[in-house]
């Protein structure tokens, strides 16, 4: 029988994986025309509006908004539509922090709820039954590889009359019945952080399809100031990319396509072999998803049957093949950076103080998840070949056979 790596037996590949960022002379031709242009101002410059109309098509938008960061890009989404005071916006509770955090941006109420363990989306179920008289919109996350119920969430959103903000900012690209991420609810919000699978080091864009929700964006970043007379002008703040930023977007944005579709195929791949291996299950993939975007590739751990803890297991997998796993996030009811009531600027009122409170959330499934069950890995190792997604399930595969050593690893 095989020995694990860690227990001194040969691993199953030691040859390195994709790296992140990919980057290549593309960004730096794009970067020295801006450079060598002088043109450095923020806000409507060529090469910001040519990425605009290449992400918008990418993505199957009509407008896109470049912003600093995928969490003003959250705020200024929920400012366009109104939504501030005492407002209640749906969340879930399996999230990174700036999701809800945007909500306390514009002063409204983070109703968090729990998602559906098959996905870990936003569970439709709780949306609905969370809906008060305050409530003015939802924010489905769509998480790691996987996309948010959107036909549930659009129907209770037309039943309730609620506004829908998409958080994209792990999912470009993703297609739901080939509609694109972002404007199957009224506005999608990406972001371009280093870690993301386009990305500019920060940056950010929303998307939308309503031309008066893109006249108010377009104000809201660029201090108030109205486009060609749309709208008044309103109050707003300094959220513009840069040129730089800009042309770096533009190069990646080049090879996101091939990218997007060499990560689906492969973590088909993937999921299609791992289901054999007991105690492994794939994320869900609704028929409705006609191309999944991975930021994560995710699958959940029955520790029951492994009879070892997750700890162990990833211990022992990383050392099999040579890739460690990747961040998960913390429920957002119990996370070290979710802290609503350390800002002064949140106690406005006493009511308000009091609903903000993330302890009065109840999470099983987001517990469960990052307790014991969910495995992540970050996305490049994804744009490998078949034979190194075969290294990836032989490796699970071999510690699945040599999990009795697992307990003294
Ligand atoms: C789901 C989600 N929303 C929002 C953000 C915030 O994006 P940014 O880091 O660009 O502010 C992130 C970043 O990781 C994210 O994962």
Redesign the pocket.
């Known amino acids: 029988m095989a020995r694990l790596a860690i227990k001194g037996g040969e691993a199953v590949r030691t040859k390195a994986w994709q790296t992140w960022p990919i980057k290549g002379e593309r960004e730096e031709e794009l970067l020295l025309q801006v450079l060598r242009s002088g043109d450095w101002a923020a806000g409507n410059r060529p090469m910001e509006e040519e990425f605009c109309a290449k992400f918008a098509a990418f993505s199957r938008a009509n407008h896109c908004v470049c912003l600093m960061?995928?969490?003003?890009?959250?705020q200024l989404a929920l400012e366009a539509l109104d939504i501030g005071a005492g407002d209640e916006v749906i969340v879930p509770g399996y999230?990174?922090q700036?999701?809800a955090a945007a909500c306390l941006d514009v002063n409204a109420i983070p109703i968090i709820v729990d998602v559906e363990p098959e996905t870990y989306c936003i569970d439709p179920d709780l949306v609905e039954a969370a809906i008060t008289p305050r409530t003015k919109a939802i924010i489905p996350?769509h998480?790691y590889g996987s996309m948010a119920d959107m036909d549930r969430i659009m129907d209770i959103a037309r039943k309730h009359d609620l506004k829908v903000v998409e958080?994209c900012?792990?999912s470009h690209g993703s297609r739901w019945r080939e509609m694109g991420v972002g404007v199957i609810g009224d506005i999608g919000?990406f972001?371009?952080?280093h870690?993301?699978v386009i990305t500019s080091g920060?940056?950010?864009v929303c998307l939308t399809n309503d031309e008066y929700l893109y006249d108010r964006l377009a104000a809201l970043r660029h201090c108030g100031r109205p486009r060609q007379g749309e709208v008044s002008p309103i109050q707003s703040g300094n959220y513009r990319m840069t040129e730089f930023q800009a042309a770096v977007l533009l190069a990646q944005l080049e090879r996101l396509e091939e990218q997007t579709n060499r990560r689906d195929e492969n973590a088909i791949y993937l999921n299609s072999r791992l289901a054999q291996i007991p105690g492994i299950t794939p994320m869900l993939r609704r028929p409705q998803v006609t191309r999944q975007a991975y930021?994560s590739f995710v699958f959940r751990y029955d520790q029951t049957v492994w009879g070892a803890p997750r700890r162990a297991f990833l211990q022992a997998l990383s050392a099999e093949i040579n890739l460690g796993p990747w961040i998960i996030f913390e429920p957002l009811n119990k996370a070290t950076l979710y802290n609503p009531q350390t800002k002064k600027r949140h106690h406005w009122s006493e009511d308000y103080w009091q609903a903000i409170d993330p302890a009065r959330f109840d999470l099983p499934v987001c517990d469960k998840a990052y307790g014991e069950e969910c495995v992540a890995f970050h996305h490049p190792f994804l744009l490998g070949t078949k034979a190194d997604m075969d290294d990836f399930v032989d490796g699970v595969a071999k510690v699945f056979d040599c999990r009795a050593e697992l307990a003294d690893a």
């Open positions: 960061n995928g969490t003003v890009t959250l999230t990174w700036a999701t996350v998480l958080d900012a792990q919000s972001s371009m952080q870690s993301k920060e940056g950010g930021f």
